[in-house]
């Protein structure tokens, strides 16, 4: 995910073995679930219909993208959201990795 560049807010997608199309609602998702916490690249909610209830939303990351089927708009704003958000993904990388480092 480090080299993706990540598609704008209002995206509509097709996931691999997906039925429904899903708009991308967020970035940088994480989840904790029996104690396994998993980080995502993208919030997303079924499209048409979007977010019915918090129980339709669904995390997923850019390589299980199968088709786009609309961009979202790419705004000034998002170009430099884009590259902050880049920025931060490899700061915590990097910081992950020198802990890991640190404990061997």
């Known amino acids: ?5 990540y598609l704008p ?7 691999k073995g997906g ?11 994480s989840s ?6 998993k980080h995502y690249d993208y919030a997303g909610c079924i499209y048409p219909e979007g ?3 918090y129980n339709t939303g669904l ?4 390589d299980q993208i199968e088709k786009i089927y609309y961009m979202g708009y790419k705004s000034d704003e ?3 959201f ?8 490899k700061k915590e990388n990097d910081n992950i990795n020198q802990e890991s480092n640190n404990e061997q």
Not at 1 to 5: H, I, L, S, W
Not at 32 to 37: A, E, L, P
Not at 82 to 89: H, M, R, S, T, V
């Open 51 to 53: 977010m019915l209830d």
């Open 78 to 80: 998002h170009i430099l």
């Open 9 to 15: 807010i209002g995206t509509v997608v097709m996931l």
């Open 32 to 37: 904790n679930k029996d104690g396994v916490n």
């Open 59 to 62: 995390f997923f990351n850019h």
């Open 82 to 89: 884009d590259k902050a958000l880049k920025d931060y993904i």
């Open 19 to 29: 039925k429904r199309k899903i708009m991308i609602i967020g970035f940088e998702m």
């Open 1 to 5: 995910m480090n080299n993706v560049k």
